[in-house]
C-alpha cells in the first residue's frame, strides 16, 4: 500500500485508513478476518471513536484480535473524542478520561493518533493544551489533531497547543464537495460560491496538516451511497466508464478520485465488506488523469464557473 506522511509527523500511514465504526457489527470471527485482511494487504491504520457503538467497536476490535505487544505494532490506532450525549466536551477532565477509557477498551498503552471529534464551542484552549501534554508526557498519545474543524478553530487550539495537529478528519465525496466547490467559484453569485468552511482545503494544504475524508460514499448527510444510486445517472455512467478503463470497480475509482488531489488525503472507508475493502485499497495504485478527475466531478452535479 502507498504511503504518505501524516501532516508534520515522521508517521508513515497508508493512503487509505479503516474505519471502524460498524465492526460491532461483526462477530468475533469475522471481526478478526477483517482485520487480519486488512493487515495483509497493507491497510494498517485503523480509525476509531470512543462513541462508536458506545465503546462496544473498540472491545471488539481488541478481542477479535486478541491484542497483545506484538500484534499492536503491527497497526496504528487513532480514536477520537469529545461528543458526549447532547453536547461536546473539550475539557482537561473528560478528553483525559477518555483517552484512559479508549486504551482499557483497546487493551493497549498508547494511541498513535488522537483527534478531537467535533468542535466544542466552550473549549478552553488552555485545558486541550494541558491535556495534551499530559498525554504525551505519560506516552498514551503520540500524535494529535482534529475533526471537523474550521481554520479559525484549529488556530484557537493551535494558540496554546504545542503539539503539532496532524490530521482534521473532515466529510467529503464526490457528492459533497463544498471544500473544492467553494474555491472554483470566488466571487460568484451562486450557492457553489458560498464559503461554508472558512477554505479549510487550502488551510490544511498551507499548514501540512492530512485531510482524513470520512464517508467518501456518501451523499448528504447520512443520506445513503452515490454508486448504483438512481438519483446520480450521470454520475455513476461516468464512474462506471473510468473504472472499465483501468479494469477496477467502481467502488476503486470512487477512492481514487479523492486520492487524486494534491492535498495527499487519507480518505477513511467504512465498509466491513471484505471484497469493498480490497476495492478501496487498490486505489493506492491509481492516478486519474486531469480530465477524468474534472469529468467525474462535473457529472455529479457540481458546477464549473
Not at 468475533?28 to 476509531?48: C, V
Not at 482499557?104 to 493518533?113: E, I, M, N, P
Request: hydrophobic letters at 40%; one cysteine or more; charged letters at 25%.
Amino acid at each position: 500500500m502507498r504511503t504518505i506522511k501524516l501532516g508534520t509527523s515522521t508517521l508513515e500511514v497508508p493512503v487509505v485508513a479503516v474505519g471502524c465504526m460498524r465492526i460491532e457489527s461483526l462477530d468475533l470471527q469475522q471481526t478478526e478476518r477483517f482485520i487480519q485482511t486488512s493487515l495483509e494487504i497493507g491497510a494498517n491504520f485503523f480509525d476509531h471513536a470512543d462513541i462508536y457503538g458506545g465503546g462496544k467497536s473498540e472491545e471488539r476490535f481488541a478481542e477479535a484480535i486478541h491484542m497483545n505487544p506484538s500484534v499492536r505494532e503491527k497497526m496504528m490506532i487513532q480514536s477520537k473524542c469529545g461528543i458526549r450525549p447532547g453536547m461536546f466536551d473539550f475539557s482537561k477532565e473528560h478528553i483525559l478520561n477518555s483517552v484512559d477509557g479508549i486504551l482499557k477498551r483497546l487493551q493497549t498503552d498508547y494511541l498513535d493518533v488522537l483527534l478531537l471529534h467535533r468542535p466544542d464551542t466552550l473549549v478552553e484552549p488552555e485545558e486541550v493544551a494541558e491535556a495534551f501534554d499530559q498525554l504525551e508526557s505519560s506516552g498514551k498519545v503520540r500524535h494529535f489533531g482534529v475533526s471537523n474543524q474550521n481554520p479559525m478553530q484549529i488556530q484557537l487550539l493551535k494558540k496554546h497547543v504545542k503539539q503539532p495537529l496532524v490530521a482534521n478528519q473532515l466529510q467529503l465525496s464526490i457528492t459533497n464537495t463544498t471544500m473544492i466547490s467553494q474555491g472554483f467559484n470566488v466571487n460568484m453569485e451562486n450557492d457553489a460560491a458560498v464559503n461554508r468552511d472558512g477554505s479549510i482545503l487550502d488551510f490544511c494544504r498551507l499548514h501540512d496538516i492530512t485531510i482524513q475524508p470520512w464517508s467518501p460514499f456518501q451523499y448528504g448527510f447520512f443520506e445513503g451511497v452515490f454508486l448504483g444510486n438512481d438519483k446520480f445517472p450521470e454520475l455513476n455512467q461516468k464512474i462506471d466508464e473510468v473504472a472499465a478503463k483501468y479494469g477496477v470497480s467502481n467502488t476503486t475509482i470512487a477512492i481514487a478520485w479523492l486520492l487524486r488531489h494534491p492535498a495527499n488525503m487519507q480518505p477513511v472507508i467504512g465498509t466491513m465488506n471484505i471484497e469493498r475493502l480490497k476495492d478501496c485499497c487498490k486505489a493506492a495504485d491509481i492516478r486519474l488523469t486531469r480530465e477524468e478527475w474534472y469529468d467525474i466531478y462535473r457529472s455529479a452535479g457540481n458546477i464549473l464557473p
